[in-house]
């Protein structure tokens, strides 16, 4: 059976060979792996070094890491459950989307208060300070989850109202649509993806132009922040594919219907692994300080 992430619906009927079935886990599971071990490198270096408590930067990323670690590590678990246990009881069931559409929410949302941050450091360098402090970066951090909490709970609470208690007794296979399945739930879920999707991509075109557009000229050292940007959008641009996930995938319905459920297999790991594993590049590659503590870190534990 293919098997989805928390944002991709699988049609039953569409089963897949034992060959395919475990070469789709295999990639899965590597690349889970792989992604969870260097953001726990990055997030070891973090906490190895006082310099980072002070940098809103940082803070955001850290954040951030620890968010697609957690969201790494429930859509691989929800995928391989698929296809080992098929079933599972909707109460657990409903406890893994729950926490898995926290994070996977959360991630344009940090990246958009990143791009605002980048912005004020690259536009306003001397007031940057003054606005972005450690204590207002933790009350922006406490805001993303209330907005996420705020949008996912209700989920729940119309299932507790309108579904019948032996239905969470039940066992179903782990979904958004079939832990979740009331009408006014999923058009409720359309409006607040589309709500999300404008607001955001309002921030991130407005911020990232200003940057490009100051950042072309500015001076030379402004180049590598200009690079940065770019990573950064395509990296939002990865995780905003998530709010359109419900219209893509009545695209991927209807232009591959033979080849359904490998389609979505691929839409799973460009929307929900590819943009976790762009945060190390940025910061633990790219950003000269990380980089430097980084490689101490990694000499130390290797002496």
Request: charged share 15%; hydrophobic share 50%; glycine share 2%.
């Amino acid at each position: 059976m293919n098997v989805p992430s928390t944002n991709v619906t699988v049609v039953i009927e569409y089963r897949d060979s034992f060959a395919k079935a475990v070469t789709k886990n295999v990639i899965v599971l590597v690349l889970g792996i792989s992604i969870n071990y260097i953001n726990a490198g990055l997030i070891q270096t973090f906490r190895k070094h006082q310099i980072f408590y002070t940098n809103p930067r940082y803070i955001l990323f850290f954040h951030l890491v620890v968010n697609d670690i957690i969201q790494v590590t429930l859509t691989v678990t929800l995928f391989v459950l698929s296809y080992t246990v098929y079933k599972i009881h909707v109460s657990v069931c409903c406890i893994f989307i729950l926490i898995a559409l926290f994070t996977t929410e959360n991630t344009p949302l940090n990246l958009a208060c990143m791009a605002v941050e980048c912005y004020i450091a690259v536009c306003f360098p001397l007031r940057h300070a003054h606005i972005c402090t450690v204590r207002r970066t933790l009350v922006l951090i406490a805001l993303i989850w209330t907005t996420s909490v705020s949008s996912v709970l209700p989920d729940l609470f119309v299932s507790l109202a309108t579904e019948p208690l032996d239905f969470f007794h039940s066992r179903v296979f782990c979904l958004r649509e079939t832990a979740f399945r009331n009408p006014h739930v999923i058009r409720k879920r359309d409006v607040t993806y589309t709500v999300y999707l404008v607001l955001v991509w309002f921030v991130i075109f407005y911020t990232y132009f200003r940057i490009l557009f100051t950042a072309k000229n500015a001076s030379r050292d402004a180049k590598k922040a200009r690079n940065t940007i770019l990573l950064h959008g395509f990296q939002v641009l990865l995780c905003m594919a998530t709010y359109a996930d419900p219209l893509l995938k009545q695209l991927l319905q209807q232009l591959f219907p033979k080849n359904y459920a490998d389609s979505l297999f691929v839409c799973y790991i460009i929307i929900q692994v590819l943009p976790r594993s762009i945060s190390p590049i940025i910061y633990g590659i790219r950003d000269k300080t990380f980089r430097k503590h980084l490689k101490r870190y990694l000499l130390c534990k290797v002496n």
